[in-house]
């Protein structure tokens, strides 16, 4: 259980294109997923928390109209990377946790989408 | 959010056990413990998660001591498959800020036959 698909897994585009990437909560419903970014050998780095019906909450330093994020359902959110420069290539992740009323659960991980900008 | 500070590596024989210590001095009362793998162009894969005490799942052990401001992950007989990143996070239950984390630099472990 708890399966959260990333699509797609791996984008190259000119610079200029937007791209979109999806992440999907398989088997349960997330209220609220996470997209991170992740440059090589470093860590993950949280970007924005998505949560549905709302709009989407930034960390500092991302910028909200370069990184749209979209949660239209409880399995779905998509985040996309509007004019994307050779700067924006990177790993992207999402994540997303079940909903419970009780159990603390943890955070479940996609498995990535790696953007390339040409 | 609390930060957390772990090794940057770690080596190991396959069949050993490996211990990896996170500390966590300024942990909240309302914070869980969650311990992560992750492999090389993968997402982060869920291991373990504690609130104190230990916890223990088919795949690993988490002992957490009564301050909780450490916490050592432990694999049993690790194998060369074993080698990854692991991260320990230290964040609030889904109820408060929407339980998100924010991950350290990891423990690169590195299984060697």
């Known amino acids: 259980g708890a399966v959260v698909s990333q699509h797609p897994s791996w984008v190259i585009c000119k610079s200029g294109t937007s791209v979109k990437i999806e992440c999907r909560s398989l088997?349960?419903?997330?209220?609220?997923m996470f997209w991170y970014r992740q440059f090589p050998k470093q860590s993950l780095m949280l970007m924005a928390t998505?949560?549905?019906?709302?709009?989407?909450?930034?960390e500092q330093g991302v910028e909200k109209d370069k990184f749209l994020i979209n949660h239209a359902s409880l399995t779905l959110s998509t985040l996309t990377v509007t004019s994307a420069h050779p700067e924006d290539s990177s790993f992207y992740i999402c994540?997303?946790?079940?909903?419970?009323?009780?159990?603390?659960?943890?955070?479940?991980f996609g498995d990535g989408t790696r953007l390339s900008i040409l | 959010l609390a930060k957390t500070t772990q090794p940057i590596s770690m080596d190991s024989y396959e069949g050993q056990e490996v211990n990896i210590t996170c500390s966590h001095n300024?942990?909240?009362?309302?914070?869980?413990i969650t311990w992560y793998q992750q492999f090389p162009s993968q997402g982060p894969r869920f291991i373990i998660q504690?609130?104190?005490t230990k916890v223990t799942n088919e795949v690993a052990s988490l002992f957490i001591p009564a301050d909780r401001k450490s916490s050592t992950l432990s694999l049993p007989r690790v194998s060369l498959s074993d080698t990854a990143v692991y991260y320990c996070?230290?964040?609030?239950?889904?109820?408060?800020?929407?339980?998100?984390?924010?991950f350290g630099a990891g423990t690169q472990v590195v299984v060697t036959p």
């Open positions: 998505s949560n549905e019906g709302s709009k989407a909450t930034y």
């Open positions: 994540s997303a946790r079940e909903d419970h009323e009780t159990s603390n659960q943890p955070q479940h």
């Open positions: 504690g609130y104190k």
């Open positions: 996070l230290v964040g609030p239950r889904a109820t408060d800020s929407w339980g998100k984390l924010q």
């Open positions: 088997d349960f419903q997330a209220t609220t």
């Open positions: 300024n942990i909240a009362t309302n914070d869980y």
